[in-house]
């Protein structure tokens, strides 16, 4: 079974020198991680997309855009976005879509979402998309329906998909990672338990699986204050399959030491 472990640089790092830097850092230390059962990939600020893309080109780790526009697929009088197509032609395969940051600070909605992801798809983009509940509805026992009702999104574009473009359900199915990460274990040092995580990625998959019976099964990863410590943890549960790093990931040392306790459960798991 492969892991995945992907690098969220958010807005980070601040210049092409330190982006640079830590490319060279991850690529002179990455050793078979990549390639023994684990996949890794980065998502940096789109200023240093196009360059992140060519320095990661005939590498093992893909690139990753960290949003695209809702608006169109391709070009358009958007100030200000970036489009699927603009976002493939720079060179990432990948986008993150749903992140708590952008729902929090750009009030993206459920129609919103909905169509970044017809877009990303269209234009063959594959989609780790972002959900989890926020600290009061952790506290209240909502979790599993906050999660539900960003899930709907899927549910929705799935129903869509097959009246109006039914390949996309094809490349939903092939090309679609989940990504759990409670709102309030972000950046904060807060931590849920493992046996917490497992039950929600189980309902997380289960409800994946309930939209379409022909769907392969989920690929959902944790996100949420991991780091190279509690690393071990998380990636010993069959039910976990890889992580969402933020600030870790600006280290290439914290970075791989993630991936490799990944990729060391995961060849275990499967022997």
Partial sequence: MQAWVIGNWKQNPATTKDVNTLLDTLLTTADDTVSNG????VAPSCIHLANVSARLQNTAILTAAQDIS???DSSGAYTGD???QQIADAGATWTILGHSERRQYYQESHESLLEKLSHAFTQGLGVVYCIGETQTQYDNQQTFSALDDQLAVIKDL????????????QRLAERLIIAYEPVWAIGTGKVPTVMEVEATHQHIKET???FDTTLPATTVLYG??????NADSFAASPMID?????????KAESFLAIAHAFSQAKNKQTL
Avoid: H, T
């Avoid at 684990?38 to 990939?41: S, V």
């Avoid at 949420?224 to 410590?229: A, Q, R």
């Avoid at 890889?242 to 600006?250: D, E, P, Y």
């Fill in 38 to 41: 684990c996949q890794l990939m």
């Fill in 242 to 250: 890889g992580a969402l790093v933020g600030g870790a990931s600006l």
């Fill in 70 to 72: 809702a608006l169109s």
């Fill in 208 to 210: 994946v699986a309930s």
């Fill in 224 to 229: 949420g204050s991991v780091n190279k410590d």
């Fill in 82 to 84: 970036c489009s699927a």
């Fill in 158 to 169: 799935l129903i869509k998909s097959k009246e109006q473009a039914p390949e996309l359900v």
